[in-house]
């Protein structure tokens, strides 16, 4: 597709269990960003790759989330044990490698509700 | 520590008035400005950036934004607003010497009413 791909777009999971997000950037680009939004706020950054290793995992919030990427594509974000807490729309995004100037694309998230 | 700031909530104008919406920043090196807007029920898209050059820029759907060095501001502007740019408008900026990362503001809200 010509654009970011997100999925699941919308899942429902009950406190405890593991959920793991899938991303597809856009072809050809070499960075991709995770993002989280809760109601009402705005982007919590999560991590970052730049083909696929990650040179910034700083916003990981716990040792509950973790990411990898399978070369310059897929990208999977897992939250394993959810918390009530964890219900956010989680953003994905990709741009062409220019580290510091280039814009960021985005799909149009998988929003997770932990009941 | 680096950081972006959107000091208002909501923003309401008329339509066919200007518009801004304020943006100020907090880095270390030279900063790269962004302005993204949030649709209802879409995503974020891309309106327009600062990286070097006219402290002026242009972007899409008829916005531009100022960068001011001095008040470390990177205001988003528009001549005339539509009810149709009612949204979610976020500002970022990453810095020479960091990873990458792009760090948000936590958004305006701009309300256009006719």
């Known amino acids: 597709g010509a654009g970011v791909s997100q999925s699941p777009s919308n899942k429902v999971t009950e406190k405890g269990k593991d959920v793991e997000l899938r991303c597809d950037p856009i072809s050809g680009h070499t960075a991709l960003y995770w993002y989280r939004q809760r109601l009402g706020q705005g982007l919590e950054f999560l991590i970052y790759f730049q083909g696929n290793s990650a040179p910034d995992k700083s916003g990981l919030p716990s040792d509950r989330f973790s990411a990898e990427r399978t070369g310059e594509s897929v990208s999977t974000l897992t939250i394993q044990r959810t918390q009530q807490e964890d219900s956010a729309v989680y953003l994905c995004?990709?741009?062409?490698?220019?580290?510091?100037?280039?814009?960021?694309?985005f799909g149009e998230g998988s929003r997770l509700t932990v009941l | 520590a680096q950081s972006v700031a959107q000091p208002e909530d909501q923003v309401n104008v008329a339509e066919g008035n200007p518009l801004t919406v304020k943006c100020t920043y907090s880095?270390?090196?030279?900063?790269?400005l962004f302005w993204y807007v949030q649709y209802p029920n879409r995503g974020l898209q891309f309106l327009l950036k600062?990286?070097?050059?006219?402290?002026l820029v242009k972007g899409s759907y008829g916005f531009e934004a100022e960068f001011n060095k001095s008040q470390t501001s990177f205001h988003l502007k528009k001549p005339s607003a539509l009810v149709s740019d009612s949204a979610l408008y976020f500002c970022?900026?990453?810095?020479?010497?960091?990873?990458?990362?792009?760090?948000f503001g936590q958004g305006t809200t701009l309300q256009v009413k006719p």
């Open positions: 880095v270390s090196g030279n900063p790269y």
């Open positions: 995004a990709s741009s062409l490698g220019e580290l510091l100037t280039g814009e960021l694309f």
């Open positions: 970022a900026v990453r810095f020479s010497g960091n990873t990458g990362k792009l760090i």
């Open positions: 600062y990286i070097t050059g006219d402290n």
